[in-house]
């Protein structure tokens, strides 16, 4: 029997460490990794209310470190590890990022992608939802809710 430490929940537990410094950050707790190889190549967090800017979604952010890491636009090896499904904009820019496959934590019944009945990814992406799904749902819950009071 092979033991692979560095299977999707290893992996989602360091998008959900990014998650955490958003929260520390009090921005919105969502945290994304790019891996290629078994290797973190990319670490991202939203970061919208500190450069002021709509689109520093934490995928965003990874895309253009695992750019810039790799040299180049395209990110064909790689998986995305975030914990929110992603939004329109984000699916859309893994588009042309095009990368292998994304795996995401919580579901986004408002905002995230799979809403839209046209499929938003590239046609070679692999999609895959639900890994650590409570505990990344838990920190955005928690978070909204601390906001309400």
């Not at 992996?11 to 990794?33: N, R």
Request: hydrophobic fraction near 40%; proline fraction near 3%; include cysteine.
């Amino acid at each position: 029997m092979e033991i692979n430490p560095f299977d999707g929940t290893y992996f989602m537990k360091e998008a959900l460490k990014e998650a955490q410094k958003a929260l520390e950050k009090e921005e919105v707790p969502v945290g994304a990794i790019i891996v290629c190889e078994n290797q973190i190549i990319a670490r991202a967090h939203n970061l919208t209310e500190a450069l002021n800017d709509v689109t520093a979604h934490a995928e965003m952010q990874a895309f253009t470190s695992a750019s810039d890491y790799l040299g180049g636009k395209y990110l064909k090896k790689c998986t995305l590890y975030v914990t929110l499904e992603p939004c329109v904009m984000c699916a859309g820019a893994s588009f042309w990022t095009q990368i292998k496959k994304i795996v995401f934590g919580a579901a986004d019944e408002k905002r995230g992608f799979q809403n839209i009945e046209e499929n938003l990814l590239h046609p070679k992406t692999e999609i895959e939802g639900g890994i650590l799904q409570e505990e990344c749902a838990k920190l955005l819950s928690e978070f909204f809710k601390s906001k309400r009071q």
